[in-house]
């Protein structure tokens, strides 16, 4: 068995139930760090232990470093497992429980950095013969991004080193736009991330978003697990993941399975990562576009057709253990499907909805329904932290057969308390795009959201004056 | 220009920080936002169990949750206050090993008097009486972790 006897949940909401789940699992003892605001959470109920580490406000709370290192030497544990968001891609972080002789479920903390600065990334993937987005190198002058546009062209991407979650990030159609768009940018890089350093891309429209989930002992033996396709996202947020992609071939998948494998074999990677690439479904290339250094919100689409548990094998390699199956024991089986459902109302710009949750009633869970979740009858929604309510992931044997139980599981999901997405997924899955596996990632934005009637139901109109219930 | 999720969160997060602040109206364009601190929108967050109607049985794993395991906090008496744990740490009755407490029950303090040590990470804070009065309970063992806002030392105040 691995040394971890008792770890610590660094992170709240359905992951953290998510990770208590797998640490019963694996017999470990779990104490969930939780704010004020979460110490009623369905992880902290679950959990051998809750500990308050702080008020509401993420910043006096998940995301303070030493009070969770803390937290864990203070109640015996010997591993923290830091989820997505939050800490679960700081290097210090992982340095901080290193140094106090905790072991991090996640890679080494060099990795992490690696592959936090955007360029660096780049020139791994690069060195590892994965192919990027023809772009340049850093952007310092206005000259320079007027170089690389010239050899790059139109419509381009300026996109922060240190980067993520859009910001830092403009597209520009022509050269006039340049000069202003490399000024915002930078400043918005700088106050977001603290380093103004920029880069630059070639735009490729009607792209999809294609992942390939790896998985890696530290000591250079790299597994993948298939990839996800997430090209169904509003303004870059992700909101239906499915695996596999409906729109790669098995030669395609070949070759992107194998550059993902490269590249973490680069950094001899430990734990679970994502390597995401950028398809060009018109000349079926792909670009490397950046590695997630921890385990993803979607991961649970890769468990149903892999039958796999992602989290369990972080937690053992964490531990020191090998991963537990080899590349020839991994086998795609039909199609899954997850569908995010948030606490927002698609009626209204998609608003955050907190408040409570009058009626939770779930369709039934089954070996080809799953429902990964923090939610319970009576459960308020903090107005602190992300909206995320639910997970909901159907397997099928085929898409078009998964498309159709998505549909009937949403049906039957019913919530009352506060507006969810569930309309606005319900009306995707039964668009005529969608089900082709004809879309891409600014379908939802540009021609989705914009061809709903007014009256219809995702976007009905409501008076301005409701306030968020 | 519309606001966004990020947009709402981040205004819900100033909003949460400033203490006095007890209600909010944003107008936005065609946006509105009411804000009401602990308002009926933000039902009470003490453990209770709406049983709704429910046309079918819920699944496993949304079965509302045994209820809360949290930790009983003693009562206090009429003149009594509790000095709480402003975070979470390793508590110190005393400012070095070895050495005698800041204080011991029957010990009459000052509100500018250091009562304990929090230690986070080699980090000491020392936690200041608060109020006038006479130690009369300790509640942490030395040396042990406290959680944020955890009591720690009761002060019986005079009036």
């Known amino acids: ?469 | 220009m519309e606001l966004s999720h990020e947009d709402v969160k981040k205004i819900l997060e100033i909003i949460d920080a400033s203490e006095h602040l007890q209600e909010l109206e944003l107008v936005h364009g065609g946006f509105r936002l009411h804000v009401r601190r602990g308002a009926a929108g933000a039902a009470p967050t003490e453990e209770r169990a709406i049983s709704p109607a429910a046309p079918e049985p819920m699944a496993p794993t949304s079965a509302p949750p045994s209820p809360a395991k949290l930790a009983v906090e003693p009562a206090l008496g009429e003149r009594e206050i509790a000095i709480r744990a402003p975070m979470l740490g390793t508590f110190y009755r005393s400012p070095a090993p070895g050495e005698p407490p800041f204080v011991e029950i029957g010990k009459r303090v000052q509100a500018d008097d250091t009562v304990c040590l929090i230690e986070v990470m080699k980090l000491f804070s020392s936690i200041k009486a608060g109020v006038d009065g006479v130690v009369t309970r300790i509640l942490v063992e030395n040396g042990a972790m406290v959680e944020f806002n955890q009591m720690l030392i009761v002060i019986t105040t005079s009036q």
């Not at chain 1, 790059?152 to 520009?172: D, H, S, T, Y």
């Not at chain 1, 494998?261 to 680069?266: D, I, K, N, P, S």
């Not at chain 1, 379908?443 to 007014?454: C, K, L, R, S, Y």
Request: charged share 25%; with cysteine; hydrophobic share 40%.
């Open chain 1, 1 to 469: 068995m691995s040394g971890i006897a008792r770890l610590l949940v660094a992170n709240r909401g359905e992951i953290a139930v998510r990770i208590v789940r797998a640490c019963k699992r694996l017999g470990i003892e779990t104490v969930v760090a939780v704010s004020e605001a979460d110490q009623n959470s369905l992880a902290a109920q679950m959990a051998w232990r809750a500990v308050c580490i702080g008020p509401a406000a993420a910043g006096q709370s998940y995301l303070k470093a030493e009070t969770l290192v803390a937290a864990a030497l203070g109640t015996g544990c010997q591993a923290i497992h830091p989820g997505y968001g939050f800490l679960s891609e700081r290097p210090a972080f992982a340095r901080m429980c290193e140094q106090a002789g905790l072991s991090f479920v996640g890679p080494l903390p060099e990795s992490i950095e690696a592959m936090g600065e955007k360029l660096a990334a780049v020139g791994i993937a690069e060195r590892a013969g994965v192919p990027r987005v023809p772009g340049s190198d850093r952007i310092e002058t206005i000259e320079d991004a007027r170089h690389a546009a010239d050899r790059i062209g139109f419509p381009l991407l300026i996109k922060a080193n240190a980067g993520g979650g859009g910001r830092g990030m403009r597209l520009v159609h022509a050269a006039r736009d340049l000069a202003g768009a490399i000024e915002s940018a930078a400043s918005e890089a700088r106050a977001a991330f603290g380093d103004p350093a920029l880069y630059i891309e070639k735009f490729i429209s009607r792209a999809r978003h294609v992942e390939v989930q790896v998985l890696g002992d530290g000591k250079g033996h790299i597994v993948h697990l298939g990839e996800r396709d997430c090209s169904t996202q509003r303004r870059y947020q992700k909101l239906i993941e499915e695996a596999p992609s409906p729109a790669i071939d098995d030669q395609l998948r070949h070759r992107m399975t194998e550059a993902a494998v490269r590249l973490a074999t680069q950094v001899a990677y430990r734990s679970a990562g994502t390597v995401e690439f950028v398809y060009d479904p018109e000349s079926r290339n792909f670009y490397f576009l950046e590695m997630n250094t921890r385990i993803q919100v979607e991961h649970p689409v890769t468990e149903m057709v892999t039958g796999r548990d992602l989290v369990v094998e972080q937690i053992r390699i964490a531990g020191g253990e090998p991963i537990s199956f080899t590349q020839e024991d991994i086998e795609l089986r039909g199609h899954a499907i997850e569908c995010r459902i948030n606490a927002e109302d698609p009626a209204r710009s998609f608003m955050p909805c907190p408040g409570c949750i009058e009626v939770w009633n779930p369709p039934q869970e089954n070996d080809c329904l799953r429902i990964d979740t923090h939610s319970y009858p009576g459960y308020v929604v903090p107005p602190y932290y992300d909206s995320l309510l639910a997970k909901l992931i159907v397997h099928a044997p085929d898409r078009s057969r998964a498309i159709r139980s998505m549909g009937e599981a949403l049906a039957r999901f019913g919530i009352s308390g506060v507006a969810t997405t569930i309309p606005f997924h319900r009306a995707i899955l039964a668009h005529k795009d969608f089900r082709d596996g004809a879309i891409h990632t600014r379908w939802v934005d540009q021609e989705f959201m914009p061809a709903i009637p007014p009256s219809a139901s995702v976007a009905a109109p409501l008076p301005a004056q409701a306030a968020p219930g």
